[in-house]
């Protein structure tokens, strides 16, 4: 079964400073990987993902994640953080088959200080 | 252009109360999909319908649960005697394609209901 780690439930960073989310997932074959961001009262908003090809996606909002096979990763970074970034950030995995079944992560909550 | 919409935002309903859950996919997706979010969680898969068909309620946590969507559009997801565990933020998703797709299928998410039982 497919399933996500998140092991960091809350982080707070300054502003302007780079910020790296870390996820850690588990699943048989080549997943799909996606990153979400939900801000209060807000639905999930896809930040980027990864499924083929070159190991480091360039997202929305300037983020980026590299997919690490051999270390079951897949960070979300970002070099410069702003205070508009202040939400909570989901790692998620799909089945690349079937209907594509998403699997969350329990998610990181982003303070960020000025 | 419109995307998925959900209603009501929210919903308070006293224990034992029916509730139903209202999500309007993207005009079009051949996919819908039920997630049930509790506080502090991610969320979770609670059922897949592909057109009308409901090809997948392995995630609905007890026979209180149930979710419809007889046209293959507007899907409800009911809740029989709520109860406090119940409550949560339920979102609903949609993807333009059906399953057995090998490429990739974006699911579009809803802001999603958030159901309070007191």
């Known amino acids: 079964a497919q399933s996500v780690t998140q092991p960091d439930i809350h982080i707070t960073v300054s502003e302007g400073a780079s910020l790296e989310l870390r996820c850690n997932y588990s699943?048989?074959?080549?997943?799909?990987l996606f990153w979400y961001v939900q801000s209060p009262g807000q639905g999930l908003q896809l930040l980027l993902k990864y499924f083929s090809g070159d190991t480091l996606v360039q997202g929305i909002k300037g983020f980026e994640a590299e997919f690490k096979r051999s270390q079951s990763s897949f960070n979300l970074r970002k070099p410069s953080v702003h205070w508009s970034d202040a939400a909570e950030y989901f790692c998620?995995?799909?089945?690349?088959?079937?209907?594509?079944?998403?699997?969350f992560g329990t998610g990181t909550k982003l303070q960020v200080i000025p | 252009g419109a995307g998925v919409s959900q209603s009501p935002r929210y919903k308070v309903a006293k224990r034992g109360q029916d509730v139903a859950l209202r999500c309007d996919p993207i005009?079009?997706?051949?996919?819908l999909f039920w997630y049930q979010q509790a506080l502090g969680q991610g969320p979770e898969f609670l059922t897949y319908?592909?057109?009308?068909?409901?090809?997948?309620k392995s995630g609905l946590p007890s026979d209180r649960f149930f979710a419809e969507r007889p046209e293959g559009s507007v899907s409800t997801l009911k809740i029989q005697r709520t109860q406090q565990e119940d409550s949560a933020v339920y979102l609903c998703?949609?993807?333009?394609?059906?399953?057995?797709?090998?490429?990739?299928?974006?699911?579009?998410f809803g802001p999603g209901t958030r159901l309070t039982v007191l």
């Open positions: 005009s079009g997706h051949v996919s």
């Open positions: 319908f592909q057109n009308e068909a409901q090809l997948d």
């Open positions: 998620a995995v799909g089945s690349s088959g079937g209907y594509q079944k998403v699997t």
């Open positions: 998703a949609s993807s333009l394609r059906g399953g057995g797709t090998s490429s990739y299928n974006e699911q579009f």
């Open positions: 699943y048989g074959a080549t997943p799909y």
